[in-house]
């Protein structure tokens, strides 16, 4: 069981240009999303999506965009690339329940630098 | 939205030693308060969660407690190994499932 890859693994990039984060899962999780870690701010989520489908904004969505075709792909976009996306970007997923847990399982992360 | 302190921001440890990760949280509304380890180049792990109606959780040598009126929550680590060293991270959520997370706390476990 693989549970959750993204691609790639790290990526150097030019400002301006346009980028795809992949994320896959195959636990069948209703839910999943996308985090961008820097140092000493911890975990900030970007977007969200809580089933195929749907979307949502996180805590700092602003110059990204993600979609939910399926179950398993939660793609991350960055439109036109700045130097401040240069982040670790982590993709995760969960099985939310009514009873409020909310385990999320985590990629192995994509490390983006923009030059 | 939730607003999740963590302190301290580093800890260094004598092998065999505890370790205490304390945070906070604002939203009376979180239920829910996982901790993560994450290792160097990896992604953050579950290693213990505990929900608002329990006060404390273990598992084997970590451990968990809550206090919903002080609104804090602490990781404890006891008998630590060099296995241990690793950032950990807290985290809370709330009704709409997110997780708000903690900055993370640099473990170093000295042998």
């Known amino acids: 069981i693989a549970g959750i890859t993204q691609a790639p693994t790290s990526q150097i990039l030019a400002a301006g240009r346009r980028m795809t984060l992949r994320c896959t899962q195959d636990m069948r999780h209703n839910a999943m999303y996308w985090y961008r870690q820097d140092l000493g701010l911890g975990l900030r989520l970007i977007h969200y999506s809580n089933t195929a489908g749907t979307t949502g904004k996180g805590e700092v969505p602003d110059g990204y965009s993600v979609s939910r075709a399926n179950t398993d792909d939660f793609p991350l976009t960055l439109a036109s690339a700045v130097p401040s996306q240069t982040s670790v970007y982590f993709c995760a997923s969960s099985q939310q329940r009514t009873s409020g847990m909310n385990e999320q399982f985590f990629g192995p992360g994509t490390r983006l630098t923009v030059l | 939205g939730e607003n999740v302190e963590q302190h301290p921001s580093t800890l260094s440890v004598q092998e065999g030693d505890s370790a205490v990760i304390k945070c906070t949280y604002s939203?009376?509304?979180?239920?829910?308060f996982p901790w993560y380890k994450q290792e160097l180049g990896k992604g953050p792990q579950l290693i213990i969660d505990?929900?608002?109606?329990?006060g404390e959780k273990k598992d084997q040598r970590i451990a968990v407690t809550l206090n919903k009126t002080a609104k804090h929550f602490s990781l404890h680590i006891t008998e630590t190994q060099p296995e241990d060293s690793a950032v950990y991270f807290c985290a809370a959520c709330s009704n709409d499932y997110k997780l708000s997370f903690g900055a993370g706390t640099t473990v170093t476990v000295r042998a």
């Open positions: 505990i929900r608002s109606n329990v």
């Open positions: 939203d009376s509304a979180s239920n829910y």
